[in-house]
């Protein structure tokens, strides 16, 4: 039996001149056809993170919407799965209040799975248990951001290399549900990337580092490196590259993880509300920088 194709004209909104846009009339509960993909996958490209609403699907639908763009990797490469669903990373509220307070940049901002060789192209999060305020997430596009540095400052970066590692900063671990920061620590990875990625499908540069994961960059002293990551850090984290979403039961987001950062919000276990989120992601290819560099083991 031929499963019943979801034909549909969509409905793009952006939400901010540089990044996010509502995707409507939409239904992810069935298969989309190729038109509609290619429209969804498009408007990734273009927007960077886009959101759907009202969508009340579970796992297995979440997982399927997800292979509709790619392979769907196993959940992630050292924290558990929810149960029966080895593609599903469970996020609650309680085990992921990761902020360090006392650091100058806010660490909770990255980029998924950057410690990896090939960390994923995207991530589909959907919104499970929401809070009736506060939770919001933010995402910024890091091609407005390279691009918004000047020339001499982009060639410069263009040729840097970065480690980046599974550590937690600082004392952010200190916030971390302990049996979880365990299993994250126990597996060491660490990758070596170029600070500017070419992105595989729209060629545009992107840079590609985040207070979260990024350890240092390559050849530079202790101090040089502090700095240089310190700069492009609030050069990513201008409010003019950033959208923030607030979330309801049934939204789903999905990033191009290649082409931005994102923060997970450090409001919700004070506020005494449950947060709880599912998240997949999709199988990404190996970075390459503009002088051709490509990612390594570190
Ligand atoms: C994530 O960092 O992937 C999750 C973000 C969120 O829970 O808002």
Same mark, same amino acid.
């Given at each position: ?12 909104? !952006? ?16 298969? /989309? ?6 429209? +969804? ?8 993170? @886009? ?19 790619? &392979? &769907? ?5 050292? /924290?558990?799965? $929810? ?37 994923? *192209? ?5 919104? =499970? ?12 596009? /890091? +091609? ?7 020339? !001499?400052?982009?060639?410069? &970066?263009?040729?840097?290399? %970065?480690?980046?590692?599974? %550590? #937690? ?15 994250? /620590? ?5 990758? =070596?990337?170029? =600070? =500017? ?11 590609? +580092? ?6 240092? #960059? ?17 050069? *990513?984290?201008?409010?003019?590259? $950033? ?8 939204? @789903? ?11 997970? !919000?450090?409001?919700?276990? %004070? ?5 709880? *989120?599912?998240? #997949?992601?999709?199988?990404?290819? +190996? ?9 390594? !083991?570190?």
């Amino acid at each position: 039996m031929t499963a019943q194709l979801a034909t549909t004209t969509l409905d793009i909104r !952006p939400m901010a001149p540089n990044i996010g846009a509502e995707v409507l009339g939409i239904d992810l509960a069935h298969p /989309l056809d190729d038109a509609t993909v290619a429209t +969804v996958r498009a408007a990734l490209l273009r927007w960077k993170v @886009i959101f759907f609403r009202d969508q009340h699907i579970g796992p297995a639908e979440h997982i399927a919407f997800g292979r509709q763009f790619g &392979v &769907v990797t196993p959940a992630h490469p050292i /924290l558990p799965s $929810i149960e029966g669903y080895p593609e599903v990373l469970p996020l609650s509220s309680e085990a992921y209040a990761t902020q360090d307070p006392g650091s100058e940049i806010d660490n909770n901002w990255h980029t998924d799975v950057t410690f990896s060789l090939d960390p994923p *192209m995207g991530s589909i999060l959907r919104g =499970v248990t929401v809070p009736p305020y506060g939770g919001d997430t933010l995402w910024t596009n /890091l +091609v407005a951001a390279y691009e918004g540095l000047s020339l !001499p400052m982009r060639r410069f &970066v263009d040729g840097l290399q %970065a480690v980046h590692r599974n %550590a #937690i900063p600082s004392a952010a671990a200190a916030e971390i549900d302990s049996e979880l920061l365990a299993q994250f /620590l126990k597996a060491a990875r660490r990758s =070596v990337h170029p =600070v =500017v990625r070419v992105h595989p499908e729209t060629g545009e540069r992107a840079l590609f +580092v985040n207070p979260f994961f990024t350890e240092s #960059i390559v050849g530079l002293t202790g101090s040089e490196s502090h700095r240089v990551l310190h700069l492009l850090y609030e050069q *990513m984290l201008k409010p003019d590259y $950033i959208v923030r979403f607030r979330w309801a039961p049934g939204s @789903i987001a999905f990033w191009d993880n290649r082409a931005t950062a994102h923060r997970a !919000p450090t409001d919700v276990q %004070a506020s005494g509300f449950d947060r709880y *989120m599912e998240r #997949i992601t999709i199988a990404g290819d +190996v970075p390459v920088g503009p002088d051709g560099f490509t990612s390594q !083991p570190a």
